[in-house]
C-alpha cells in the first residue's frame, strides 16, 4: 500500500476510527523543523501523500487534529498514537473527491450519528468566555415510541441547538425521559396480567422490581429512535424523572412547599378514574361531545300535593341529593326557596335553596343538587352546609346507602331508576342533549367525581409571580396569543390535587406514626423513626405524586439543584421551551411558578408553541382513526434529512400542519438535488489547487458577483427567521435559493467556464466560486438537513474535522451587491422569457433558435455584460442586441422584461404551415367542447340535479375552453 511512510500494525478498534479515514499507527519521530506534508520517502519505499488534507491523532481519549502544515513538534508528548488519514493522492489508496452516483440515507446517517456522539460533539464546553444556550428536552414518557409530534417537536430543537453551536455558543441540549406514573403503571399491570397476576398479588415492592424491569427494558427505546432523527443532545447528561439526583429535588420542593403552608392534605372532589383507580387533576381529564339525553324528574313538595320539576344528566347520582337550587334572582322560584321536597325513590327531605351558580336557562332553572358526585355542587354544599352522601364508589358501583341498586354498574343504576321513576309517574320529559363528557386521558374511561382525602397544592400565592413574570416579559410567548391562554388559566386557578393513588412514581415524603399520631414530612428518603416520640412504629403515605409536579421541576433538578452546581450556573434559565400548546397548563405553567418559587427565576425566556401535526385531511392523528404516521419507518424509506426537512415546511408558530406523502417526496427530491449539485461541482474541481488559491487573483463575472451577493444576503435571512423562530421561512428560504439560484441557475452559468482550459483563471474562479458557495450553503443547511451535509461537506477541499464543529457563515456586508442582483435579475428575466416563448411554440429543446433584443440605451450594459448568458441559457444560435429599434420584424412573438423587448422570429422557431393548421385544428376541437360544455350547463336537469362540485367543474372546463380559444386565435393572427 502507497500513500505515506506509516506502517499498518494491527487493526485499532472501529469505535475510534473516523468513517471513511484509513487507520495506521504511527512511529513517533521528534523532527522539529519538518511538517507532515514534507516527510521523506521512508527506506521502506513508501512515499509522502501528494495532498495530505488532515490527520486525525487518537489515543486514549486524547484526540488531536493536524493539517498538512503543522510542523510535527506539535505532536511532542503524544507517544504512541494511532494515525487516522484522510488524503488524496494518485497513488493506489486514492480517496477521490467524488460522492457516489446516488444518495443512500441509509449507508450515512447510522455513521455519521455514531461519530458524532463517540466523539462528544454534543457536549457543552463550558468556556466562561462564550456566552451559553441551553434547552431542556420535554421528557418522553418511557412508555412511548416515537411518533411525527415526539420527531417535530425534537427536529425544531436540534435545529436551534446545531445553529447555536455553530454560533460558537455554550451549548446544552439537555435529554431524558418521564416515568409517567398513570401509563407506566397500566402497561406494566396489563404485562403482569398476560401472565395472570395482578399487583396485589406480588405486593407493592414486587410491583416496583416489576415496574422497574419495564423500564429497564423499554425506557431507552424512545432515546434511540431520537438518535435516527439526528437528535443532538447531550446523552451524556440524560437524566429520568425518578432517578436520584430528580427524587431528591422533588423531596426538597414538596417538604419546603408544605413548611410554608402551601402543600395541605384535605377532603375534597377530586376527578376519580374507575379503571385506573386514581385521582386525575383538571387538565388530565379530556372532554369529549357525545349524545344524551335531560331527564326531567319530578321531586313531590313537603305538605303540598304539588310538585318541582329538576333537570339532570345524571339520573343516577339523584339518590345522593341533598338539596334543590334554584337562581336567587328566578322570579318563578323564589317563593319556593325554604321549603322543602322530598327525594323520590329514597324518601329523603331535602331543602329547596338559593344559590347563584344556578342557570335559569337551563331546564327547568331548578337543578338538583349533589355534593358527593359534582365538584359544582360540591361547592354550593360547602356554600349550604349540605350533607355528603356518596353512592358511587371507586369500582363505579352503587354504595349501600343506595339500598336496592347497591352494587349495580352507574350506567345500570341509571337506565333503573328511570324506569323506577316513571312507573311512579316522575318523569315529566326526556330531552336528546348534547354535552361534553369528562374522560381520563390515559384510558378513556368517563371520570366519576368524588370526595376523597388527598394533598393539595395552594396555587394562589405561587401562580402570582407566575403572572406578573409573563406580564413584564420575562417569559415570552411565541406567537403571543398563546400568553392569553396561560393568563386566563393561571387567573383563575384552583388548587392543585398532587396526590395518585397508584404505586408507580415519587412516593409522598410523608410518615405516620402509628404509636403517637405525628405526622412526619421529611427530605430524607427513608424516616426510621418518630421525630416526636422516637417510635420505629411508621408507616409511609400510600400515594405517590402527580407526575406533573417532578415535571415541573424539571429544568433544574436536571442541572443539579438543590446543589449549587456549574450546570446551573451556566445554563439556568433555560433560552426557550418547545412545546405543544396542549401542554400549556400540563407542564409549562408549572415549570414557570417552581422556577420562581425556588430558583427565583423563570426557567426559561421565550416558549415557541408549535402546532399538531394532523393527517392529510386534516383530521388529528390518533390510533382510533388508524392514521399515525411512524417516523421511524418514514425514515428508513426517506432518511431522516426528508423527513426533518418535512415537518419544518410550510410551518407556522402556533398552527397545525397536514402531513402529506408527497412533501416528504418533494423533500427526497430537494436532498437529492444538492447531492446532484454538490457531485457536479466535486467532479470538476479535481485539478482545482484550493489551498494556493488567492482570491485577489481571481476574476469575478457578474454571474460571480451575484452568487456572493445572494449567498450572504440568504445567510441574513436565515439568520432572522431562526431567530423568530420562523422554520418555515427558514425551510422556504433555503430551498428557494438552492434548488433554483444555485443549482438552476449559477451552475448552468459556470458550466462553460468549467469545461474549457483556455482561460484557465476564468476556470479557477468558477471552481473556487462554486465550492466556497456549496460550502457555505452545507454550513446554512446542516441545522436542518445534518447527515446529507456532514457526508458531502467531508469530501470538500480545505474543511476541517466535522461540519458540527464549523463555524456559522458570516455576512459579509461589502459583499452584498445590490447592482450585481438587479442585473441578474433581469437577465434571468430575459431568459426566462425565451424559455417560455419556446415552450408555448412546442420547439424541440435540442434546436438552436435566433433571438433579437430591442433594448433601451440604459439598459445596454447589462445586456452586454449578460449576452452569453442569455446565448447559452436561452439556447440560441445568434443573438442580436438592437438599440431602441424602430421596426419591429413580421412574425415574431415577442415579451417584455423590464423595458426590453424580447422578439423571437417564428420561421427560426417553426414550420409556419404546418403551425397553422395545427392551431386550426386545435381551435375546431375547442369549439367542439365549448358547445358540448354549454349544451351540458344549459341541461336544467344536470344543473339541478347532479351534484355541486359536479357542476361547478364544468363551468371550470368551459372557462378554461373559451380562454384557450382566446388564446389560439390571438397565436393565430400573429402567424397570418
Known sequence: MRGMGVVIKGNVPQRKRPAGWKAFEYPFMKSPGSSLAERPVSQDGFYKPLLLIKCYFHTGNRIKVVTRKDPLSSLTGWGRIFLFIKFESKGEIMMSKKLAKTYEPDKVEEKWYKIWEENGYFKPSFDPEKESFSIVMPPPNITGELHVGHAFDNTLQDILTRWKRMKDYNTLWLPGTDHASIATEVRVVEKMREEGLEKEDVGREGFLEKAWEWKEKYGNRIT?????????????????????GCSRAVREVFVELYNKGLIYQGDYIVNWCPDCKTTLSDIEVEHEDKASHIWHLRYPLKDSEGYIVVATTRPETMLGDTAVAVNPDDERYQDLVGKTAILPLMNREIPIIADDYVDKEFGTGMVKVTPAHDPNDFE??????????QVINEEARMTEITGKYAGMDRYECRQKVVEDLQELGLIEKIEDYQHAVGQCYRCDTVIEPLVSKQWYVKMKPLAEPAIKAAKEGRVRFVPERFLKTYLNWMENIRDWCISRQLWWGHRIPVWYCQDCNEVIVSKEEIVKECTKCGSKNLKQDEDVLDTWFSSALWPFSTMGWPEKTKELECFYPTNVLVTGFDIIFFWVARMIFMGLEFLDEVPFRDVYIHGLIRDAQGRKMSKSLGNGVDPIEVIDKYGADALRFTLITGNTPGNDMRF??????ASRNFANKIWNASRFILMNIEDLPYDTIEESSLQY??????IISRINR?????????????????????YDFIWSEFCDWYIELIKPRLYQDQDLSQKRTAQYIGVMVLERIL??????????????????PGTGESIMLSSWPEINSGDIDENSEEKMNIIMDIIKSIRNIRNEMKVNPGKRIKAILNVPEEKRE?????????????HLNELIVEINLAEKPEKVSTAVVSGIEVILPLEEMIDIN??????????????????????????QGFVNKAPRELVEREREKLHEYQNKKEILIARLSELR
Open 779 to 796: 454550513r446554512l443547511l446542516h441545522p436542518v438537513m445534518p447527515f446529507i451535509t456532514e457526508e458531502i461537506w467531508q469530501q470538500l
Open 714 to 734: 440568504v445567510t441574513e435571512e436565515v439568520d432572522k427567521a431562526l431567530n423568530k423562530y420562523s422554520f418555515g421561512e427558514v425551510s422556504k428560504i433555503l
Open 224 to 244: 434511540k429512535q431520537l438518535r435516527k432523527i439526528g437528535s443532538s443532545c447531550d446523552w451524556s447528561r440524560e437524566r429520568f424523572t425518578m432517578d436520584e
Open 660 to 665: 402529506r406523502e408527497e412533501k416528504l417526496e
Open 862 to 874: 447589462i445586456v452586454e455584460e449578460g449576452y452569453d448568458y442569455i446565448k447559452n441559457l436561452g
Open 380 to 389: 354550593i354544599g360547602l356554600r349550604h352546609v349540605l350533607e355528603l352522601i
Open 701 to 706: 463575472t457578474l454571474a460571480d458577483r451575484w
Open 914 to 939: 404546418k403551425e397553422i393548421e395545427r392551431l386550426e385544428k386545435e381551435i375546431e376541437e375547442m369549439e367542439n367542447e365549448i358547445k358540448r360544455a354549454e349544451g351540458k350547463l344549459a341541461n
